[in-house]
C-alpha cells in the first residue's frame, strides 16, 4: 500500500499513526531510516519509501532488525540524523548492539522506533519495551495518540542530540494502527554534511573503553531526569485526595473515564520514562489513594512504589500487582472506568454480553487465501512425511496452516531449523521437517542452517519461497530483487545459498505441482543428512497483483461423489453442498484440489 | 457525561473494504470540522479474518469505542453483526448487510452458519434499531459487487453527523476517478435504501 505523505497539504491532516511518525521523520530532517516488516510497525518505513529520493533520504529494508539498527548506528556516527524502526520482538534480535550503543553514545540524533503489541493482535508475545529502555539506560517517550507520536519522534532527535544518547519511541498497536486528526509542520532540509570522525575511546568497545562509557552513561542518568522534567506529555491536574497515574495511551483512557464518571480525581498522565520525579512527588504528597494505569509491564507502577516510600509511605498504591489493572492483553476505557470506579465506590459497568454470539456464531479465524502455495506444499509434506513426523515451523502467513498438523512449533523468527536440530540432537528418531518463508530464512534462518550443516543436523529444511514479506503486507527482501523503493538491486538465490551453508541436498520444486512435490519431499526424507527443499510459487496476492491469472476450477457433479477430499484440504473456495463440492468464485486456479480429488471431479473452466 | 458526538463501530471480513471505509469517514469529519479518532485492524486479522475498526466523531480520547457506547454498528457481515453485537448501545442502531460470507470453519463443515433470522433476533434485542440492506446485490446494480462497503456508506449517512458532500468529497479522493460514478451510484443506492 503506498501511504500518502506527499498529499498533506493542510496542515491538519487525517492520518495513521505510523504515517504520523513517518511525517515526524521527514520534518526533523532524517537522513537514513532502516528497518524490518512488522506488525504494528511497517506503515513507518513503507511511508517513507516514496520520499526517498525527493528528499536525499535513505530508506531502506534490512536483512533483520540487528542490520536495521547497525546502519542506523553508523550513520548517526557520522553525524546524521537516523532512524530504526521495528516491532517489539524485532528488538530482541538487535539488543546486541542496542544495549551497547548507550555506552557508546550517538552523533547524528538517533531513535528507535518500537511498536508494542499488548493482547498479541499479530505477535507471539507481549513484551515491554519501556523494560529495554529502562535495561539500557536510555530515554523512552510513550505517545497517547498519533500527534503525539509525530511531536515525539521530532522531540527524540532533539533530545538524543542533546544528550548524546539514543532514544527509545514506544508506541503501541493502539497508537500506530489509530489514525485521527494530526497538525503537522514543515519537511526539513536533511542537515549538515556528515563525516565519520575518528575517536577510539569512543567507538571502539574495548573493555578499557566500556568501562570508561559505562561511567559515562550512568553520569548521564540525571541528565535525562533533568531533560524529560518539563516536556508537555506529562501533565499533572491536582483535585480530590484520590489520584490516577497513567502512562501513553492509558492516560487517554483515564481522562475518559474521569469524564464519564464526573469525579473529583487528580490525574497525571506520564508520557516518558523515566517519569518526572518533580510532578509524581507533588501528587503522591497530595493523595491518599492512587492507581496506577499502564499496559504490559508494571513498569510505572514500581518507579511510583519507590518514589512513594519516600514522599509517602502510607499512601494505598494500586494497579497490576494489587489486581485492579490486568497485566495480560490491553486496556480501553470501559476496563479503566471500572477500575477507576471500583476504588472509588461508585457503581460498575456491567459487562455486556450477547449470549448467542457465543452459542450460534462460527469462528472466522484468519487463514491462508484461496490459491495459497503454503497449503500446497504442506498437503505434499504430510502426504510425504506422514501425520507422526515432526514438524517445527516459523513466523509467517503459513503460520496460519496450524490446522494442518504440520505445524508443531512457532517460537520466533529463524527458530524452525535450530529447534528442529535441537530435537534431532535431543534423540527424536521420528522424521523431522521443519518450515520457514524466504524472508524469514533470510532474517534469521541463515545462521541457523550453518549451524545445522556444521554440527550435522540430520533434518529436513522446507523454504516456502513466495518471493515477499506476506503476512505484514508484502514487502520486498533480498531474494526479491527490488528495494523498498522498487529500485531493481541484486536478487540473493535461496537455492545457492543453502547449497553454500552445506546442505547435502537441495532441490526447488513448484508446490503447484503436487505429485512432484511429494516425490521431492519422500527423496528428502530419505536423505541421510542436512536436505532442503524450497517450494517456490508466487504468493497469490502478489501474483494477482502482478497481473497473473488462471483459468478458474469447478466440480463435475457427475463425478463428485461427495467425499469430501477436496473440502478437508481447506481451501476458502472450496464449499460443500448437501452431497456433493461446489468451487466459488474466490478460485485463483492454482489446481491442486483437481489433483487431490481421486475421481476426476474437479475440472479447469474451459 | 457523553466524550464522544457520535462512536461508530465498523465490522466486516477481511478483504471488504472496512479500512478504506473509515478512512472516508475520518476525512469526511476532518472536513466537518470535528476532531476524530480511529482504531483499524491491520495485519493478520486481514486474511479472510473477522475484522473491526473503531470510529470516533467528535472525541478527544482514545480510538476505542467501549463496549455498550456504540450509536451505530454497521456491519458489511451479518454473523459479524452479532459478534460484534457487544458493542452497541442500548439507544444505538445496527445497520446491516443480509448477505452471507461463510468463514473456512464453515465451508469445511466444521461448523454450521446460523440462519439470518437466528441472527437478527439478538440484534434487535440489544440496540433500539435494526435496519437490514442486501448492499452486496446494491452494489452489483449499481455496477460492481465490490462497492458493496460504500452502499453500506449510503445507509450510514442517513445516522451520522456528517453531510452527503463531505462524504462524497471524502469518497472521492480515497477511491479512484475511474470508479467514482459507480461509487457515487452505490453510495446513493445505500441511502435510499434506509
Ligand atoms: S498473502 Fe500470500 S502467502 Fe499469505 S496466505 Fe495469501 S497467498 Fe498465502
Ligand atoms: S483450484 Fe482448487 S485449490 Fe486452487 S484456488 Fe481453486 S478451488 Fe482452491
Redesign the interface.
Known sequence: MVYKLQKIIAM???L?GNVAIARGILEAGTRVVTGYPG??AS?IVEALAPFARKYGIHVEWSVNEKAALEVAIGSSWAGTRAVSVMKHVGLNVAADPFMTLAYTGVRGGLVVSVSDDPFC??SQNEQDSRRYAQFAGIPCLDP??PQEARDMIIYAFELSEELELPVLLRPTT?VS?????VEVGQIKGGGTNPEFTKDPARWVMLPAHARTRHTVLLEKQDAIKTALADVPWNRLVLRGNIGVIASG?SG??A??AL??L?ADISILRIGTFPPPDGLCSELLEHVTKVMVIEELEPVLEEYVERLARKHNPDLELLGKRSGHIPRVGEL???QV?NAIAGMTAMPL?E???????DE??????????PGCSHRATYYAMKKAFGKDAVFPSDIG?YT?AVRMGTIDTCLCMGASITLASGIRFAGEERDICCSIGDSTFLHTGLPGLLNAAYNNARITVTVLDNSTTA???HQPHPGTGFTVTGARTKAVSVETVANALGADFVVTVDPYDLNATIETFQRAKECQGLSVVIAKQLCGIIARKSGIRRRPFTVNKENCTGC?KC??F?C?A???DEDSARINALCTGCGVCAQICSNKAIEVVE | ?R?SVCDIVLVG??GQGVILL??II??A??KAGY????????????????VMNHIRLGCE????V????ADVLLAFEP??A??Y??YLSEDGIAVVNTYPV?????????????SLE??L??LQR?CNKLKTIDATKLAADAGNPQAMNVVMLGALSEYIPLREEELIEALSVSVPAKFLEVNRRAFELGRREV
Open positions: 491538519k491532516e487525517y495513521l506488525t504494528p506503515e493482535h499479530s497517547a495518540d493502539r494502527h489509530a489514525s485521527s486528526d495511551i487517554l483512557y481522562e475518559e469524564k464519564q464526573e480501553d476505557t470501559f472506568r459497568l459487562v455486556i454480553s450477547v449470549k448467542e454470539a450460534i456464531l462460527p469462528p472466522r479465524p484468519p487463514s491462508l487465501c502467513c496460519l503476512m505484514t503486507g469430501r473440502v478437508e481447506g476458502p472450496i464449499e460443500f | 457525561m466524550t471480513v477481511g473509515s478512512n475520518g476525512k469529519a476532518l476532531p476524530v479518532r480511529g482504531a483499524e485492524t491491520h495485519g493478520m486479522a486481514q486474511r479472510g479474518g473477522s480520547y482514545g480510538p476505542l467501549p463496549a455498550g457506547g454473523a459479524e452479532l459478534r453485537a457487544h461463510h468463514p473456512t470453519t464453515v465451508t469445511t463443515g466444521q461448523f454450521t452458519y446460523p437466528e441472527i433476533r439478538p440489544v
